[in-house]
């Protein structure tokens, strides 16, 4: 039997907490911090979760705790330990370890350097062009020759902040001052893309791909895609309307393995998941970006489709195997339960109060608990309900039906997840 850490607090931990647990080969699931919500039992493989108070940045305290605890995997959540090389302190106590290198990871962390290898690798994406903080008259000389709609995104990790889309280009130099001028940052601008967005997940070790799925994130705060950007308010796997596997097979051919090589060429070899963004165009599919983890929330209903052992399936792909895994063929919905305010100021410490017989369906994010009650709110995107179905509209209608029985004051959450879809006859 095996112990395994995930690195990370929210609702997409909660998720590879409860995944590793099912797996037979597990006898218990670490996770630093984690968070309240992942302790409370809901069926007998959540027992085996256990939240230890180390921070995901704690290169030095992890290690030593995987060392102690004779961790036999570690799946590593947010971005930020990435970028701070937690793989590569692993890697050189010879601990297994799920997640690309802080070299790899600046697929993500780095828009310049992302852009840079797509461009090398001959992937379809926005055309584009990289300025220094220092080079705001270029920038105005650039955009001035636009004409078309521009999208602005400053470099280095920014959690989804730092991307400005200007449909017009009436504001785009205030925009440009603000970033090079007032917070001294690079900056990226590059083409708008239009079409529907949607985001391909694989793990990559070295050659090895092992496609896992399709899934849509909803970003933005409000209905009708209104309102400013968000982690994510709510998800859904497969996407209607997409051949997955066709979809997967052409996002390798013409992204992925393109993607390798070109990152062999600079001697990187990337291990863990490749979270590709997609724009699908009237040209066909283009990389808007890449991360270098698994995104929050598509996880939380990707992994639920998942039928093989996850423990078995991160073996595998660090033991670089051929491999195909299993998905459920039908939806998985997830709405995101946040606090008014969310993504700007928010009130904290709501008591929750969710039935019994839905806790086997929710993913806690920004919660913790309190002398008064088992569990209050803490974070913007407190929880995720998520439903897994064949019809989009029936399971819609089952996943609001319960989310009104989930009680938090001062919350919200987006009305129509999967409603485009329906409306389509997806
Ligand atoms: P990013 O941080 O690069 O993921 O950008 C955040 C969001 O901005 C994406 O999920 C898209 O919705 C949007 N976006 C980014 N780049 C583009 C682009 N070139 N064209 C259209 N939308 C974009
Ligand atoms: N849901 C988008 C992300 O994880 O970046």
Same mark, same amino acid.
Request: charge should be negative; hydrophobic fraction near 40%.
């Given at each position: 039997m095996n112990k395994v850490l995930v690195i990370g607090s929210g609702g997409r931990e909660h998720a590879l907490a409860l995944k590793l647990a099912?797996?037979?080969?597990?006898s218990q699931v670490f996770v630093a911090p984690g968070n309240a919500g992942m302790e409370l039992a809901i069926n007998p493989s959540a027992h085996k979760i256990q939240c230890i108070d180390?921070? %995901?940045?704690d290169k030095e305290a992890l290690v030593e705790f995987a060392r102690k605890e004779d961790i036999q995997l570690t799946v590593v959540g947010p971005e930020t330990s990435l970028a701070i090389g937690l793989v590569d302190a692993f890697r050189q106590h010879d601990l297994a370890i799920v997640g690309p290198s802080q070299s790899a990871a600046r697929l993500e962390s780095s828009k310049t350097f992302a852009k840079d290898i797509l461009t090398k690798a001959k992937v379809p994406t926005a055309e584009y062009r990289a300025f220094k903080a220092n080079e705001f008259d270029q920038a105005i000389a650039f955009v001035r020759q636009q004409n078309s709609g521009l999208v602005v995104k400053e470099d280095g990790l920014a959690a989804g902040k730092g991307v400005y889309i200007h449909h017009?280009?009436?504001d785009i130099e205030n925009n440009l001052s603000y970033i090079?001028?007032?917070?001294n940052h690079d900056l990226v601008i590059e083409e708008l893309l239009e079409g529907e967005e949607l985001s391909y997940f694989s793990l990559l070790n070295g050659d090895h791909i092992i496609p896992l799925a399709l899934a849509q994130d909803? @970003?933005? %705060?409000?209905?009708?895609? @209104?309102g400013p950007n968000t982690g994510g308010m709510g998800s859904i796997s497969p996407?209607?309307?997409?051949d997955e596997e066709a979809l997967m097979e052409e996002c390798n051919q013409i992204i992925v393995r393109p993607l390798i090589q070109a990152l062999k060429a600079e001697g990187i070899s990337y291990t863990g998941i490749l979270y590709t963004g997609l724009m699908m165009t009237k040209d066909g599919p283009k990389v808007i970006e890449f991360n270098a983890r698994f995104g929050d929330p598509e996880t939380q209903v990707v992994l639920e489709r998942i039928v093989d052992d996850f423990y078995h399936l991160l073996q595998v792909h660090l033991n670089q195997e051929i491999y195909q895994v299993t998905l459920k063929p039908e939806y998985c919905l997830g709405v995101v339960v946040a606090a008014l305010g969310y993504p700007g100021t928010y009130p904290k410490g709501m008591p929750i109060q969710i039935p019994e017989n839905l806790l086997a369906q929710v993913r806690f994010a920004g919660v913790k608990s309190s002398p008064d009650y088992p569990l209050i709110s803490q974070g913007g995107r407190i929880l995720m309900l998520i439903q897994s179905g064949d019809q989009l509209d029936n399971l819609s209608q089952e996943i609001y039906q319960k989310l009104n029985q989930i009680q938090i004051n001062q919350t919200y959450y987006r009305k129509d997840i999967a409603q485009k879809h329906i409306k389509k006859g997806d």
């Amino acid at each position: 039997m095996n112990k395994v850490l995930v690195i990370g607090s929210g609702g997409r931990e909660h998720a590879l907490a409860l995944k590793l647990a099912e797996s037979k080969q597990v006898s218990q699931v670490f996770v630093a911090p984690g968070n309240a919500g992942m302790e409370l039992a809901i069926n007998p493989s959540a027992h085996k979760i256990q939240c230890i108070d180390i921070s %995901a940045v704690d290169k030095e305290a992890l290690v030593e705790f995987a060392r102690k605890e004779d961790i036999q995997l570690t799946v590593v959540g947010p971005e930020t330990s990435l970028a701070i090389g937690l793989v590569d302190a692993f890697r050189q106590h010879d601990l297994a370890i799920v997640g690309p290198s802080q070299s790899a990871a600046r697929l993500e962390s780095s828009k310049t350097f992302a852009k840079d290898i797509l461009t090398k690798a001959k992937v379809p994406t926005a055309e584009y062009r990289a300025f220094k903080a220092n080079e705001f008259d270029q920038a105005i000389a650039f955009v001035r020759q636009q004409n078309s709609g521009l999208v602005v995104k400053e470099d280095g990790l920014a959690a989804g902040k730092g991307v400005y889309i200007h449909h017009h280009l009436d504001d785009i130099e205030n925009n440009l001052s603000y970033i090079m001028k007032d917070l001294n940052h690079d900056l990226v601008i590059e083409e708008l893309l239009e079409g529907e967005e949607l985001s391909y997940f694989s793990l990559l070790n070295g050659d090895h791909i092992i496609p896992l799925a399709l899934a849509q994130d909803y @970003k933005r %705060a409000f209905d009708d895609d @209104k309102g400013p950007n968000t982690g994510g308010m709510g998800s859904i796997s497969p996407v209607p309307g997409y051949d997955e596997e066709a979809l997967m097979e052409e996002c390798n051919q013409i992204i992925v393995r393109p993607l390798i090589q070109a990152l062999k060429a600079e001697g990187i070899s990337y291990t863990g998941i490749l979270y590709t963004g997609l724009m699908m165009t009237k040209d066909g599919p283009k990389v808007i970006e890449f991360n270098a983890r698994f995104g929050d929330p598509e996880t939380q209903v990707v992994l639920e489709r998942i039928v093989d052992d996850f423990y078995h399936l991160l073996q595998v792909h660090l033991n670089q195997e051929i491999y195909q895994v299993t998905l459920k063929p039908e939806y998985c919905l997830g709405v995101v339960v946040a606090a008014l305010g969310y993504p700007g100021t928010y009130p904290k410490g709501m008591p929750i109060q969710i039935p019994e017989n839905l806790l086997a369906q929710v993913r806690f994010a920004g919660v913790k608990s309190s002398p008064d009650y088992p569990l209050i709110s803490q974070g913007g995107r407190i929880l995720m309900l998520i439903q897994s179905g064949d019809q989009l509209d029936n399971l819609s209608q089952e996943i609001y039906q319960k989310l009104n029985q989930i009680q938090i004051n001062q919350t919200y959450y987006r009305k129509d997840i999967a409603q485009k879809h329906i409306k389509k006859g997806d």
